[in-house]
């Protein structure tokens, strides 16, 4: 089981390695012979002792682990981690989300807003904008002469129904087969030429405010058409805000930086990648700030490649070396209250509660699984839903209710499979390894990991500068 990357780096991720300290900037440490500067250590140590972490370290205490994380980079470095095809390509991904919105400015958004403004309202035209509802008798395609008499028939009553005071809102959420705009009360919105069907449209732009017009015939069916208002597209200043929501929200920022690095390769002739890290250099030159940030993303990528080949993947698989662990520490591995091992499982057929029991009866615990499928869901209908695992209570509602006798537990109604039942045993400790698995495999990482410090503290001598750290506040 690999630990997450978050709990793995939250106090290890570091930031980069510089070749020569100016003179302003005294080396604090030196890591296999390598100098690390003032100025990293401190964005380090304030970047993972902030106002959110409760575990704060001292200056000291973090100097430690600054230096193990530096070890642990250069093993991976020594291990030509850095040349693989796969972490090249994630930090690249993760480095140009920082570096790609550098190729435009704002300026460069602002100028696309004014254009998406233009083409708006170009599209619109100079008739503008009319705000229309309608009531749909919808006829479909190909219709019956009977159905296209009876919904003309339909609409037409409907049409003097309104000419006579009838409320046009209550009338569209009653009739109208456009069951969207029938739940606004028949409200379409404003709408601009070229955007509905060509007979709607002749309709809507010749009436006048507060008009209702006769059915109109169109492809869709007969509509009931009435306007409440025209206008023309609102000033730029008035729209930006709503123009900028909308540029965040279809990415159109990521758009317009992409064509800026595929115009920018075009001219130099180079490829994208290329130009990344022309720019990824250029910016990492005057930022200190996108220097360390892109040197993070570098280094706590090859820490997790490196600790994951080295350590968390190989004791994962360490069949023999968990078992030994855990019999070795099987005092540490209590449970305060009793679990159920076992299963829980629904079924469509009442018969298929015992059947499920005999299936698995007798047979390996890890096998189960496997056995039900097999024996139950191995066609295209499913005859059982199933829960196994080792439950404490609280953790299944049919546990809970059948095992630990809770009358309270609510167990979820499944119309298909209405039969429901378990099946296993309580145990009041863990009987083998796998039932607490997880917990052994973390803990055995956990040892692993630090062997292999204690072996990277031999093959990485680290100096520390007291002097210097002292200076650090």
Request: aromatic share 10%.
């Amino acid at each position: 089981m690999k630990k997450s990357i978050a709990s793995r780096l939250l106090m290890l991720l570091m930031l980069p390695t510089t070749s020569f300290a100016q003179a302003d900037d005294p080396i604090v440490m030196t890591v296999a012979g390598k100098p690390v500067t003032k100025s990293e250590f401190i964005y380090s140590y304030n970047k993972n002792n902030g106002e959110d972490v409760i575990d704060k370290k001292t200056v000291k205490e973090y100097a430690e682990l600054f230096a193990n994380y530096k070890r642990k980079v250069q093993a991976a470095l020594d291990a030509n981690l850095d040349t693989l095809t796969s972490y090249n390509k994630e930090f690249r991904q993760y480095r140009d989300q920082q570096v790609l919105p550098t190729l435009i400015n704002d300026n460069d958004v602002e100028q696309e807003a004014r254009n998406i403004y233009q083409r708006t309202k170009d599209n619109i035209g100079p008739d503008g904008l009319v705000n229309v509802s309608h009531i749909l008798f919808m006829i479909g395609q190909n219709p019956s002469d009977s159905l296209k008499s009876a919904k003309e028939a339909l609409a037409d009553s409907v049409y003097y129904a309104l000419k006579k005071g009838a409320d046009f809102s209550t009338l569209a959420k009653a009739k109208s087969d456009d069951r969207g705009s029938a739940q606004r009360g028949g409200e379409v919105g404003w709408i601009s030429k070229g955007q509905t069907l060509p007979a709607f449209e002749e309709a809507v732009f010749s009436m006048q405010d507060g008009e209702i017009s006769k059915p109109v015939l169109t492809e869709a069916g007969y509509h009931i058409i009435k306007v409440t208002g025209h206008k023309q597209l609102e000033p730029y200043d008035t729209l930006k805000s709503d123009i900028y929501n909308f540029i965040e929200r279809r990415h159109i920022r990521e758009s317009l930086a992409q064509t800026r690095l595929k115009a920018i390769s075009a001219a130099k002739g180079q490829t994208p990648e290329q130009v990344m890290d022309m720019r990824s250099d250029s910016l990492a030159s005057i930022s200190q700030d996108m220097k360390y940030l892109i040197q993070e993303y570098h280094d706590g990528l090859l820490l997790y490649e490196v600790s994951n080949r080295d350590v968390w993947e190989k004791a994962a698989n360490d069949e023999a070396g968990l078992q030994a662990f855990y019999n070795k520490n099987k005092s540490n591995y209590k449970w305060d209250t009793p679990r159920f091992k076992g299963i829980a499982y629904y079924t469509r057929d009442e018969k298929d509660i015992d059947a499920v029991k005999k299936s698995v009866k007798g047979k390996s615990f890890d096998k189960w699984v496997e056995i039900l499928r097999t024996t139950f869901n191995n066609d295209s209908i499913l005859r059982i839903r199933v829960e196994k695992g080792i439950f404490k209570e609280g953790d299944n509602k049919i546990v809970d209710k059948e095992i630990f006798k809770n009358d309270k537990a609510q167990i979820r109604q499944m119309k298909d499979f209405p039969y429901t039942a378990t099946f296993g045993k309580v145990i009041k400790k863990p009987e083998e390894m796998s039932d607490v698995r997880a917990l052994v495999t973390a803990d055995y990482q956990e040892l692993k990991e630090q062997e292999w410090l204690e072996e990277l503290k031999n093959r990485y001598p680290v100096v520390i500068n007291e002097d210097v750290l002292n200076t650090i506040q």
